[in-house]
């Protein structure tokens, strides 16, 4: 088994889920559509090239699986970064997907069961990530986005809601540069949140962020009318995959045009677990 490329889908993913599970919290597509029930989005991979499965043409030859994973795991900073601060983390993950792999469970039952573990970690820091962190996280989610609804409004749709009609490879659509800034600022972000200029949420901030969200919501729907409720439920985006990508790149464009503090704000808001 590849290590590598089931980390980095777990990566990926938890990214993923992230920006577009925002779309679908409670509260202002709540007030729009009902309760929103939020379904963690994981990205459909294709299998590896055939020349990593060659073992003794492969630089692992020899290790056994957790030295395979554990070296794996320390190729990407996200998870240099959960050793350093969360080795508890770090343990299980090794332990579980180690174990899963040898009760013969496949690539993505594995990448399924690292993500969402990722994204709980991610999420938590960034609400302490300094505010120009949090900007700069949001700016290369929505980078990806942009990057891959160039490319049509299927793969745009399969990308941000691969459980509707199934998900799609991002490492073969999104430009490298956008790919390696993603990881670079995830890293920052993840490490500011842990350092002394960390950030604290005020109940003023949260007060703020909502006011930002109800004045942005009422445009959304003035735009998109019924609509809006394809963020609620993906399942009513099909045959409107244009449109449903759209609107999440509208959603976070407006955010991002609010001044800085407010913006970091309404993302803090947004990803944290209050909004779940």
């Not at 350093?84 to 069961?113: C, F, Y």
């Not at 949140?193 to 949420?201: E, F, L, N, Q, S």
């Not at 509208?250 to 803090?268: H, S």
């Amino acid at each position: 088994m590849n290590w590598a490329h089931v980390l980095l889908a777990g990566y990926i993913g938890a990214v993923i889920a992230t920006v577009v599970g925002v779309c679908r919290k409670k509260g202002w597509v709540g007030k729009v559509s009902g309760a929103v029930i939020f379904v963690v989005a994981i990205i459909g991979w294709n299998l590896f090239d055939t020349h990593y499965l060659i073992p003794r043409e492969s630089p692992d030859y020899g290790l056994t699986e957790t030295q395979k994973f554990e070296k794996a795991m320390l190729t990407m900073p996200v998870y240099e970064v959960i050793k350093e601060q969360e080795p508890a983390l770090w343990q299980t993950i090794l332990n579980q997907a180690v174990e899963m792999k040898t009760a013969g469970k496949s690539e993505q039952q594995i990448i399924d069961t690292i993500q969402p573990q990722i994204l709980t970690f991610q999420m938590a820091r960034l609400q302490q990530a300094p505010d120009a962190n949090v900007i700069a996280y949001m700016q290369v989610n929505l980078a990806q986005i942009d990057a891959i609804a160039k490319v049509g409004g299927d793969e745009c749709f399969r990308f941000l809601f691969p459980a509707v009609k199934g998900g799609i490879n991002p490492v073969q659509l999104i430009p490298r540069e956008i790919m390696s800034r993603r990881m670079a600022n995830d890293m920052t972000m993840l490490q500011a949140a842990y350092g002394p200029g960390k950030h604290t949420v005020t109940a003023e901030e949260k007060e703020l962020a909502l006011q930002d969200l109800q004045a942005i919501s009422p445009g959304l729907v003035q735009r998109y009318g019924p609509d809006i409720q394809i963020m609620a439920d993906p399942n009513k985006g099909v045959g409107k995959e244009q449109l449903a990508c759209d609107m999440v790149q509208d959603l976070w464009t407006q955010v991002l045009k609010l001044p800085t503090a407010r913006a970091a704000g309404v993302i803090r808001l947004m990803l944290s677990a209050e909004m779940q």
